[in-house]
T-cell receptor, first 111, second 114 residues
Framework: GQQVMQIPQYQHVQEGEDFTTYCNSS?????IQWYKQRPGGHPVFLIQ?????EVKKQKRLTFQFGEAKKNSSLHITATQTTDVGTYFC???????????FGTGTRLTIIP | NAGVTQTPKFQVLKTGQSMTLQCAQD?????MYWYRQDPGMGLRLIYY???????DKGEVPNGYNVSRLNKREFSLRLESAAPSQTSVYFC?????????????FGPGTRLTVL
């Protein structure tokens, strides 16, 4: 099955600094999804990328899918305290029900 | 529209006890899932149900059973709880459309097995 590695595991940033998390796979991914989980909460869907080289933006969040469809990144510009949480990437092969999650990057903000 | 609901929110069991975690969704989704989340391990799929009447094993099914009672409800049963099953359990359902593929998660059940 598809396996995705996510780095870094933890990231501490000053409020206002940028943040990036990376998701890597040794095999070509059909798609990539990103989820956010606030402390004590449940994962919430952010976005799905399907096309090679795709870039999508949601306000201060920028999501990229690599040209070879083996990696993806989530970049947050000018972090705010509301960005605190764990960010997961996930991938599901076409025609498959199983969504495989990365291990997540836990973001903490230093005010 | 409540989305995905789970009961109970918290549970403490003794080793060997059994319990059933309940999950329901009101979004008319076909697919439903059970995950467990342990520190540093991300979310691991226990069982899933692609449609009413079908269930399949995920990555970590040992020690669990599931029932897809109807389209709305998908329960997870621990027959003889073990300390290794201490975890946070999330139920999810899948919205699959022409241009969408989204999983909605319930609030979770925090289970401790002593």
């Amino acid at each position: 099955g598809q396996q995705v590695m996510q780095i870094p595991q933890y990231q501490h940033v000053q409020e206002g600094e940028d943040f990036t998390t990376y998701c890597n796979s040794s095999t070509t991914l059909s798609n990539i999804q990103w989820y956010k989980q606030r402390p004590g909460g449940h994962p919430v869907f952010l976005i799905q990328l399907v096309k090679s080289g795709e870039v999508k933006k949601q306000k201060r969040l920028t999501f990229q899918f690599g040209e070879a469809k083996k990696n993806s990144s989530l970049h947050i510009t000018a972090t705010q305290t509301t960005d605190v949480g764990t960010y997961f990437c996930a991938s599901r092969p076409f025609g498959n029900e199983k969504l495989t999650f990365g291990t997540g990057t836990r973001l903490t903000i230093i005010p | 529209n409540a989305g995905v609901t789970q009961t109970p929110k918290f549970q403490v069991l003794k080793t060997g006890q059994s319990m059933t975690l309940q999950c329901a969704q009101d979004m008319n989704h076909n697919s439903m899932y059970w995950y467990r989340q342990d520190p540093g391990m991300g979310l691991r799929l226990i069982y899933y149900s692609a449609s009413e009447g079908t269930t399949d094993k995920g990555e970590v099914p040992n020690g669990y059973n599931v029932s897809r009672l109807n389209k709305r409800e998908f329960s997870l049963r621990l027959e003889s709880a073990a300390p290794s099953q201490t975890s946070v359990y999330f139920c999810a359902s899948r919205d699959r459309g022409f241009s969408t593929d989204t999983q909605y998660f319930g609030p979770g059940t925090r289970l401790t097995v002593l």
